[in-house]
């Protein structure tokens, strides 16, 4: 598994950018969870080994449908007790778990 943004080679990194304003575009109206993890999209970067662009996504947009992701690639739930439903609390639990296990993902 990536854990270093700049062990990613450029054209994942272009076609992940790809997928995403695709996916955000897509979904942008969209107010299930549930579906936004059916998009084709989402799907396809799924498939790929970028833990650390979703960390960075994560960090500037605070999407929820990468909780999803992290997951399904780490089989870890760091969300602590009292922060679910608060997605900014979500998301800094999230993106402490990163950086306590080695994730580099800052420009």
Same mark, same amino acid.
């Given at each position: 598994?990536?854990?270093?943004?700049? !062990?990613? +080679?450029?054209?994942?990194?272009?076609?992940?950018?790809?997928?995403?304003?695709?996916?955000? +575009? !897509?979904?942008?109206?969209?107010?299930? *969870?549930?579906?936004?993890?059916?998009?084709?999209?989402?799907?396809?970067?799924?498939?790929?080994? *970028?833990?650390?662009?979703?960390?960075?996504?994560? !960090?500037?947009?605070?999407?929820?449908? $990468?909780?999803?992701?992290?997951?399904?690639?780490?089989?870890?739930?760091?969300?602590?007790?009292?922060? !679910?439903?608060?997605?900014?609390?979500?998301?800094?639990? $999230?993106?402490? $778990?990163?950086?306590?296990?080695?994730?580099?993902?800052?420009?």
């Amino acid at each position: 598994m990536i854990k270093n943004i700049d !062990e990613i +080679s450029f054209e994942t990194k272009k076609l992940f950018e790809k997928l995403l304003k695709s996916l955000k +575009s !897509e979904t942008m109206y969209l107010s299930s *969870v549930d579906e936004i993890l059916k998009n084709k999209n989402y799907n396809k970067i799924c498939d790929l080994d *970028v833990m650390p662009l979703v960390f960075k996504d994560m !960090e500037k947009s605070g999407n929820v449908f $990468w909780f999803d992701y992290c997951y399904l690639r780490t089989q870890q739930n760091p969300i602590k007790v009292g922060h !679910e439903g608060r997605i900014s609390k979500m998301v800094d639990d $999230w993106l402490d $778990w990163a950086v306590n296990n080695g994730y580099k993902f800052k420009d």
